[in-house]
């Protein structure tokens, strides 16, 4: 199976990939993962981050790879969307698909990132999601179920996803609000 960035419509060789990829789809739990993060003190050793540890917030995992120009326009976008929802149990967590982390640490800081990003160097992370498409954001909801998934990132996607977040965000903290009443 090949990844191809929806940016240059190149395709992209990941991994030889075993034929039971699957795609999440809503509703499906999230799978779970613990990957190295990537910080400009990685060359000296790795922290894991464990995707669990964010359960009771809303998580948009952004997959992408740093030759693909959507992916870097996409993550300029997602971190206003950090910004804008800091504080209001939101977290961006990327994943990079690199070979190479030190690619990945350039991109990181020549967008000026300050959201976590973990390194899937053996793509197990990519499989179990079932990327296909360069950059794939996956949102997660409070419970750890997939609310929806967006393949590709273009100028006009910025209001939709910021949209779409906002009314489950305010859905959410309706509904939790029914409950403790």
């Given at each position: 199976m090949s990844v191809r960035c929806t940016g240059k419509k190149v395709w992209v060789l990941l991994l030889l990939w075993p034929a039971?990829?699957?795609?999440?789809?809503?509703?499906?739990?999230?799978?779970?993962?613990?990957?190295?993060?990537?910080?400009?003190?990685?060359?000296?050793?790795?922290?894991?981050?464990?995707?669990?540890?964010?359960?009771?917030?809303?998580?948009?995992?952004?997959?992408?790879?740093?030759?693909?120009?959507?992916?870097?326009?996409g993550m300029a976008f997602l971190e206003e969307l950090q910004r804008e929802f800091d504080g209001q149990g939101f977290q961006v967590l990327g994943v990079t698909t690199d070979r190479y982390p030190t690619?990945?640490?350039?991109?990181?800081?020549?967008?000026?990132v300050s959201y976590p990003v973990v390194s899937d160097l053996?793509?197990?992370?990519?499989?179990?999601?079932?990327?296909?498409?360069?950059?794939?954001?996956?949102l997660v909801d409070r419970e750890g179920a997939v609310r929806w998934v967006h393949?590709?990132?273009?100028?006009?996607?910025?209001?939709?996803?910021?949209?779409?977040?906002?009314?489950?965000?305010s859905a959410s903290l309706l509904n939790n609000n029914r409950v403790e009443e």
């Amino acid at each position: 199976m090949s990844v191809r960035c929806t940016g240059k419509k190149v395709w992209v060789l990941l991994l030889l990939w075993p034929a039971m990829a699957y795609a999440v789809e809503r509703g499906d739990v999230a799978p779970d993962f613990d990957l190295p993060q990537l910080s400009p003190a990685a060359a000296t050793g790795y922290s894991l981050l464990q995707f669990s540890d964010y359960r009771g917030q809303f998580v948009y995992l952004d997959f992408w790879q740093s030759d693909c120009a959507s992916c870097r326009d996409g993550m300029a976008f997602l971190e206003e969307l950090q910004r804008e929802f800091d504080g209001q149990g939101f977290q961006v967590l990327g994943v990079t698909t690199d070979r190479y982390p030190t690619d990945a640490l350039m991109v990181l800081e020549d967008v000026g990132v300050s959201y976590p990003v973990v390194s899937d160097l053996t793509g197990q992370v990519a499989q179990a999601y079932g990327l296909e498409v360069l950059p794939t954001g996956v949102l997660v909801d409070r419970e750890g179920a997939v609310r929806w998934v967006h393949q590709g990132f273009q100028t006009a996607d910025r209001e939709r996803i910021r949209a779409g977040l906002g009314q489950l965000m305010s859905a959410s903290l309706l509904n939790n609000n029914r409950v403790e009443e």
